[in-house]
């Protein structure tokens, strides 16, 4: 079964980026209480049981 790798430490967040969310057809991402290295709070990893592993959150995300 495919799953999705986040890198959250390159991530730009969900506030100033968050295409993941946006074309995520479950609408299975949420923000991170954590800021990451750059200041971000990036996205929590999906739930595998509920994520099709479509891939859309890894195809258009620009980081």
Do not use: H, W
């Not at 079964?1 to 995520?24: H, T």
């Not at 990893?45 to 620009?62: F, H, V």
């Amino acid at each position: 079964m495919q799953k999705v790798i986040l890198f959250p430490q390159s991530c730009k967040g969900m506030e100033d980026c968050g295409i993941c969310a946006f074309v995520c057809p479950r609408s299975l991402f949420v923000a991170s209480e954590e800021m990451n290295e750059s200041g971000y709070l990036p996205p929590l990893p999906p739930d595998e049981e509920k994520c099709t592993a479509c891939g859309n959150c890894m195809i258009y995300c620009p980081d």
